[in-house]
C-alpha cells in the first residue's frame, strides 16, 4: 500500500464533507500514478450508485474507453459495501486498499487506537474515523 495515494482518497473523501455528502473517498492508480479520483455523491444526485467506487471506476472506463481495468489498484477510505465490489469484481481490479471497515465503527473495536498507531496508515484511518463520527453526529440533529 502507497500510503499516498490514502491520503488522495482522504482529501475526495473531505470534499465530499464540504457537499454534506457522505465522507467517501477513492483514487484509481494506474502505473503508480492517480488515474482518476472521486467522492460519493449519492445524496446530492439521487442516485444509489453515487458511491465512491462506482464513480471512480466509470471515470477510469471513459478515461481508457475500456470497462477492464485490470492493471489498476483502488483506494478507498472505507470498505467498499457489496455493491461496489461486484463492480469492482467486473471491471477485474485485482487489489484493494481500504482505512476502515464500517464495522469497526458500528463495534467500536478502535477504544484505544491511540496506542497502537504505529504507521501514517493508522494515524489515517484515526483521522478518517473521526470525519466519520462528525459527519454521522450532525445528520443525527437534523
Known amino acids: 500500500m502507497n500510503v499516498n495515494f490514502m491520503i488522495e482518497a482522504m482529501k475526495e473523501a473531505k470534499k465530499a464533507v464540504v457537499l454534506d455528502e457522505v465522507p467517501i473517498g477513492a483514487v484509481l492508480v494506474k502505473n503508480d500514478k ?3 479520483r ?6 446530492k444526485s ?4 453515487g458511491h465512491a467506487e462506482i464513480l471512480v ?8 474507453k475500456y470497462w477492464k481495468l485490470d492493471d489498476c489498484e483502488l483506494y478507498v477510505t472505507l470498505k467498499p459495501c457489496k455493491m461496489c465490489m461486484e463492480v469492482i469484481r467486473e471491471a477485474g481490479i485485482k487489489v ?5 471497515d464500517p464495522l469497526d465503527i ?4 478502535y477504544k484505544n487506537e491511540v496506542r497502537y498507531i504505529k504507521n501514517d496508515g493508522n494515524l489515517l484511518a484515526l483521522e478518517y474515523r473521526q470525519i466519520l463520527r ?6 443525527r440533529l437534523k
Do not use: G, M, P
Open 34 to 36: 492517480v488515474y482518476t
Open 38 to 43: 472521486a467522492f460519493n455523491n449519492r445524496i
Open 46 to 49: 439521487h442516485l444509489v450508485t
Open 57 to 64: 471506476i466509470n471515470k477510469a472506463c471513459q478515461k481508457s
Open 96 to 100: 484493494v486498499y481500504y482505512l476502515i
Open 106 to 109: 458500528k463495534e467500536n473495536r
Open 134 to 139: 462528525e459527519f454521522f453526529s450532525k445528520k
